[in-house]
């Protein structure tokens, strides 16, 4: 059994992983984090979605313990902005569509076309966040959350099976900082230093890492969060990495911080993703300032013309500002766990950050690193069943945001014209064919847990509208009173849901003054 863990590199990687350890095996397991004093995070995922709630609630942190802290905002949905053409919005909700008849009112809907936007008629998500309204009432009651997901929110190992109506927004950087507090609380041992070497056995396994000041730090397993360098996997252990280069161009970005004052906001409950002439551009409200970057792909857009873009987009609050320029490296390794060494966040591997799965990929290693934590003779198999889970889940990813450009409607230059004749995932090309004459189902879409459900597909499809989808035929022989009442119910409770729940911004101050009277 592992009773030594020694995670190399802070960040929010490193530092969620060291405090969901001590919160599963407490003094039983001894865990050094070691991190350098110079190597600047990467600011690009600061959106999450909804399982992050299972995070928070195992490590028993109510809302107003970090999100003040962490200047944490609400998201209800991803707004996608000029996808389909210059001037249109849509969204994609944290919200299933209803069940009429046996068929899903997404199929329903587009048999009678009620309206242009299949999100404003089938999701009570999108007006909420077309009126920037909190999921949460001033009392703390929340929007949608019944007794059997309430029970499914204090599970600890359970699959992520529970949908939640929201999910973060943060200053990733905080919250690696608010987690440090947290960790070093409950035992873990924080190295400030630079590892200059790693030693490894005749097995291939990692004896010691080599600190420049602090000597030598010794453990059973080592985990790698040392970002897109992977010091530990892809360099050391020169375990192979897969790009996505092919499928997914876009390999860079250019992100900015900007401060603006609370009322100034509109406070979005929400997370935009823009679309530009060679990328998209994020916009990520937060409590006091507004985390906003460019991606895009360096072989339709030089640096420069990334930046000067995105300041433009930004406009006045840009001026004086200091861009980060990042190079993203697209892909995963071929296994995330080699020996006793595994990779966890950017070191694993990543993808663009367009449905903010880069905080889902490091909760998700965690959590199956303790399902599958080693103990002895069939530690081959855990690793083995690991690395399938995980690889799963890029590949998964990787599909889901393929489909986004592929779906798009717009073509308008040559970068997007490209995303409909690019190289797919295996398999994806038929799948699309089979969504253009039967909406997604837990049968036709990437087989193997990924975080995206066929509700998430559906609401891109019928967004993106680059698709032609075909309603069921066996539709126009049924009776669609049920159909026409529910669409009306999902208008009414939203247009109350609208009056009755405060403002984005009034329930963030809300927090924050709690927070306040409690210091």
Known sequence: MAKSVVIVGGGTAGWMTAAYLKATFGDRLAVTLVESKNVPTVGVGEASFSTIRHFFAYLGLAETDWMPECHGTYKLAIRYDNWRAKGHHFYHPFERPRT?????????????????????????????????????????SLLGLDAGEREAERSTM???????????????????????????????????????????????????????????????????????????????????????????????????????????????PYTRASAQDAGWIWTIPLFGRIGTGYVYASDYCTPDEAERTLREYVGPAAKDLTANHIR????????????????????????????????????????????????????????????????????????FLVLHYVAAKRTDNQYWRDAKTRTMPDALAERIEQWKVKLPDPDTVFPYYHGFEPYSYTAMILGLGGLDVRSLPGLAMMDDIAATKELRLIRDQAASLVEKLPSHSEYLAHVHGLKEMRS
């Not at 068929?103 to 077309?130: F, N, Q, T």
């Not at 230093?193 to 490894?200: G, N, Q, R, S």
Request: proline share 4%.
């Open 100 to 140: 009429v008849e046996g068929v899903s009112l997404a199929d329903w809907w587009l048999h009678k076309r009620p309206s242009a936007d299949y999100d404003r008629d089938c999701s009570l998500i999108a007006a909420l966040c077309e009126a920037n309204r909190s999921p949460r009432q001033l009392g703390g």
């Open 328 to 399: 993203m490296r697209i892909g995963r390794s071929e296994n995330s766990w080699v020996n006793n060494c595994v990779a966890i966040g950017l070191s694993s591997g990543f993808v663009e950050p367009l449905e903010s799965t880069g905080i889902f990929f490091i909760q998700n290693a965690i959590e199956q690193l303790v399902k599958h934590f080693p103990g002895g003779r069939d530690d081959d198999r855990l690793r083995k069943s690991y690395n399938r889970q995980v690889a799963n889940v890029m590949d998964g990813v990787r599909e």
């Open 158 to 268: 359970a699959e992520q099976t529970a949908q939640f109506p929201y999910a973060y927004q943060f200053d990733a950087t905080l919250l690696a900082r608010f987690l440090t507090r947290y960790g070093t609380d409950r035992g873990v041992r924080h190295v400030l230093d630079d590892v200059v070497d790693t030693e490894v056995d005749e097995r291939g396994d990692i004896t010691r890492v080599r600190t420049k000041e602090s000597g030598d730090l010794t453990g059973d397993l080592f985990i790698d969060c040392t970002g897109f360098r992977s010091m530990l996997l892809n360099k050391r252990l020169e375990v192979p990495f897969l790009s996505y280069q092919d499928t997914l161009p876009n390999d860079s970005a250019v992100a900015l911080r900007v401060p603006m004052e609370m009322s100034d906001q509109g406070m979005g």
